[in-house]
């Protein structure tokens, strides 16, 4: 099973101007070091077999009939191959000129497709030999003997890998204001390739590859882009020799410009994933330029390299680079300050009621209000933060709560829960020795009702504390800690938590605060609804029992965001945590993961409102609809 990923490379070859027979040598060497990698189709740069720049050397038939003997060279010796090549030479059709590509597998041309816009400005001046595509008028043209397909309508599509179609541009082609590759994507194409010959010049680089990266985004695609370099003539330019593949708006892999050697680069294009965000995006097919295409049918060595040749991150919601995760952390707690201060203005509450359990989240959304209320001028005595000791409460947690309301000048105060809730025990016929989940959520419940009816007396607003994480799994009490009047940290998953609060920490918050914040990061991850271990330490901890969030994140990443089912995602989770999970693990906490996430669906249905901050919410309202009862005995039997 290939779980939907394609190999694609980007060949830059040495080549000599003019010299097709010296350049067929090195593409076919090319050729079969890419097939040796396990690269499905590999892309060559724009007139690979004669050079670029030949300048009025392409009105010589001389050449012109040499490219296509060496084409035919070509085909003789990859007849054995496998795979799929797209190289660049000029063809005549039609008493004219086209710059093309043609496409080569097993010994057989499938198609070449020419290119559309021809650049005659500046320094270029293509348009001295080329014509545009547009002005083809043949359907077919023959090449070393054979009938060929060629024009600009050309796709080309597996017929053994769903999904798996592509089409091709060529340089110029991706500068324009709409370029061929969008109308590719429109008409079913998931790869787009160029064959390119982009010269150098100071600030080309970044805006090129910002060109490759954004139009993979916009098309939702993968973009493989190679472009001339070694070997081409310096008489006025100089080529870097540039390859990149770019996957939905991500660079997967790129070369370094101005390599002395030829070079291949490649990488696993993930087709499932662009598929299924094509289908969950209604607005991808609503272009009103459409166009008729023929497809061009071709099937794949099925082979599948699992040891996959792409990063696949851990932590899908954390950004590795600090830079980066700084300015995502700045832009979500400014997304929660604005979205608590919406809801404060719009329901006339100057007091905000909140519980602090001295953990990680309740300690983000004491933050977010802390900062919302700076932003209103509202006084922060006008926070009311609890912290409600309960069984499971230890000194650790209790003095964090304590020391970080302080430390943040809040109207603070402590209502013991435990007995009111002996009482409750009593009430309802329950042995208080017995620590089972009605004793868990009476504790959790008496918490949210004593903010309830708090909020109520002085005119005030819940905040709610759970996070992302605890709404997939269902890893809170219903009607207990589940509930609120505005949960400000509903979309942030757990593992993204932390670097918020760390983030609050050094660039926020006073000396006081900061102290007290470290030492919360430093604190177990519990509910604490169970007694301490004898020495007063927390004893239940949430990973122990619903498993790592680290994990659960990954699942619920790829899930809910790409639709991949519980193989791949195991599949995806072993690259990932290869050396920190074993296959046994990650499959038995995905199992976990499947069962709660259907079964706890319920909490979600009836969630109160809350900023979404991410491309992932569950809300019934937004991002995810789900029934109650849907069952999960599919995505069960998929891992199996």
Partial sequence: MN?????????????????????AEKIIEMMRDSEDKNIKIVAFPEMSITSYTCGDLFHQDVMLDEAEKQLLRILEATKNTD????????????SQLFNCAVVIQKGRILGAVPKIYIPNYSEFYEGRWFSSGLKLKSS?????????????????????????????????????????????????????FNLSASNEVIGKHEYRRELVRQQSARCTAGYIYSS??????????????????????????????????????????????????????????????????????FNINENFDYNIKRYVDPHPFVPANRESRDLRCREIFAIQTAGLRKRILHTNLKKAVIAISGGLDSTLALLVTVNTFDKLNIPRDNILAITMPGFGTTGETYNNAMQLMKSLKVNYSEIDIKPVCLKHFEDIGHDAGVHDVTYENVQARERCQILMDIANKVGGL??????????????????????????????????????????????????????????????PISPELLPPDPDGRIQQKTEDIVGPYELHDFFLYHMVRY????????????????????????????KVFCRRFFSQQFKRSCLPDGPKVGTISLSPRGDWRMPSDAEAAVWLGDIE
């Fill in 3 to 23: 779980y939907g990923f394609v190999r694609v490379g980007v060949a830059t070859p040495e080549l000599k101007v003019a010299d097709c027979k010296y350049n």
């Fill in 563 to 590: 639709g991949a089912s519980p193989s791949k995602i195991l599949f995806l989770a072993q690259h990932a945590f290869k050396g920190a999970y074993d296959k046994a693990t990650i499959e038995k906490w995905l």
């Fill in 462 to 523: 819940v905040i709610g504390t759970g996070d992302l994480s605890e709404l997939a799994l269902g890893w809170c009490t219903y009607n207990g800690d589940h509930m609120s009047m505005y949960s400000v940290n509903c979309s942030i998953p757990k593992t993204l938590v932390k670097f918020l609060v760390e983030w609050v920490a050094e660039n926020v918050a006073d000396n006081d605060t900061r102290e007290v914040l470290y030492r919360i990061l430093e604190t």
């Fill in 83 to 94: 795979i799929i090549a797209l190289l660049g030479m000029p063809l005549r059709v039609d």
């Fill in 228 to 297: 001339s370099g070694i070997g081409e003539s310096t008489t006025d330019l100089v080529f870097g020799g540039y390859g990149i593949i770019a996957e939905y708006g991500t660079v997967l892999a790129e070369t370094e410009r101005f390599n002395e050697k030829g070079t291949i680069i490649y990488s696993d294009i993930d087709i499932f994933k662009l598929l299924n965000d094509r289908r969950k995006n209604t607005s991808f097919m609503e272009c009103p330029y459409k166009s008729e295409v023929r497809k061009i049918i």
């Fill in 140 to 192: 077919s043209v023959k090449i070393c003997g054979y009938d060929v397909p060629i024009g600009t309508d050309l796709l080309f599509e597996a017929e053994n890998f769903p999904g798996l179609c592509f089409g091709i541009e060529i340089c110029e082609d991706l500068w324009v204001p709409v370029p061929p590759s969008s109308m590719q994507a429109m008409a079913g194409a998931v790869l787009l």
